[in-house]
């Protein structure tokens, strides 16, 4: 399919489809200077989508893709692999969401202190 039909099945502008192709996120054939993405292309995409909704950096993603293009995850160490991928990115957000529970107790701190201050005296 072209880029305008693959674009719209996956709901993305179409500078982003080439921009994934130039980062070779996605690895369409190229005829005529045109892009045609095949099954691959959409297996491929179906994984960014996954992937950046946990919250994997591009350069990230590539890895992982780089990784299935090459073994399809079969061997034990590729498996193990990725599994250290998706345990990094855990402790990641782990560590994100004490950062945000910390901003989080201080602003209610802060709430606190001026609902006191600004409640009128008796």
Known sequence: MKIGEFSRKFQLPQ????YYAELGLLV???RNRQYYFNEDCEADMRLIEK?????????????ILSLRRLSNFASPEDSRLLQRY???????????RKVWETRRLRIER?????????APEP
């Open 110 to 118: 802060r709430i606190g202190e001026l609902e006191t201050s600004s």
């Open 51 to 63: 992937s950046k909704s946990a919250g994997f950096s591009l350069k990230e993603i590539h890895q």
């Open 15 to 18: 500078h982003t489809v080439r």
């Open 86 to 96: 998706v345990q990094n990115r855990l402790g990641e957000l782990e560590d994100e």
């Open 28 to 30: 369409p054939e190229v």
